[in-house]
Antibody, heavy 123, light 110 residues
Framework: QLQLQESGPGLVKPSETLSLTCTVSGGSISNSNYYWAWIRQPPGKGLEWIGSIHYRGSTYSNPSLKSRVAISVDTSRNQFSLNLNLVTAADTAVYSC???????????????WGQGTLVTVSS | QSALTQPASVSGSPGQSITISCTGTSSNVGSYNFVSWYQQHPGKAPKVMIYEGSKRPSGVSNRFSGSKSGNTASLTISGLQAEDEADYYCCLYTGGSTSVLFGGGTKVTV
């Protein structure tokens, strides 16, 4: 059964870059039918899509974050990563990776999620 | 402020039915059929309950149903149970992963 696991620092200083990696296990990231996404949730608030990537490298980002977001994929390691630069306290959130069905049945559904990791922006 | 508007809270008694609305515009909800709904219990990852507006994934109770009319999508929970108490989010996918919008979330109290 496919699983996702986020990893990275839990504390980032203001103005620095938040870097997270999502490791895909139990299946291949190189599946044409799926995108791989990052979603965040500030404490006590709702979900916010950050962006998505296809294993072939095409990326899409939330317009509100686009200038600060970079998403990459490493098919050899079955991983994809998020870099968010110039962070502020407003970027404090639980960051989750998820699988997004891009084509076919269940198109548009985030069907598998990681457990999420809390990243705090503070000096 | 989310592009998709949901009521902040909805409550109901066990056995009753409730409906959560997700209102967008003719440019988003009104133009695309890829609306999904997620249930999130405290401290847990979201779980997809409805996809493509009205379809249920395998394993999801048939007490959950989805629909869409114009610019508004809806999630109905019938035969409300204590375990249904959670936060619910609507989500719109505009195809090709070009854009994803989440609603602000609705807290359901049983």
């Amino acid at each position: 059964q496919l699983q996702l696991q986020e990893s990275g620092p839990g504390l980032v200083k203001p103005s620095e870059t938040l870097s997270l990696t999502c490791t895909v296990s139990g299946g291949s990231i190189s599946n044409s039918n799926y995108y791989w996404a990052w979603i965040r949730q500030p404490p006590g608030k709702g979900l916010e899509w950050i962006g998505s990537i296809h294993y072939r490298g095409s990326t899409y980002s939330n317009p509100s974050l686009k200038s600060r977001v970079a998403i990459s994929v490493d098919t050899s390691r079955n991983q994809f990563s998020l870099n968010l630069n110039l962070v502020t306290a407003a970027d404090t959130a639980v960051y989750s990776c998820a699988r997004l069905k891009g084509y076919g049945d269940q198109e548009g559904a985030f069907d598998i999620w990681g457990q999420g990791t809390l990243v705090t922006v503070s000096s | 402020q989310s592009a998709l508007t949901q009521p902040a809270s909805v409550s109901g008694s066990p056995g009753q039915s409730i409906t959560i609305s997700c209102t967008g515009t003719s440019s988003n909800v009104g133009s695309y059929n890829f609306v999904s709904w997620y249930q999130q219990h405290p401290g847990k990852a979201p779980k997809v309950m409805i996809y493509e507006g009205s379809k249920r994934p395998s394993g999801v109770s048939n007490r959950f149903s989805g629909s869409k009319s114009g610019n508004t999508a809806s999630l109905t929970i019938s035969g409300l149970q204590a375990e249904d108490e959670a936060d619910y989010y609507c989500c719109l996918y505009t195809g090709g992963s070009t854009s994803v919008l989440f609603g602000g979330g609705t807290k359901v109290t049983v």
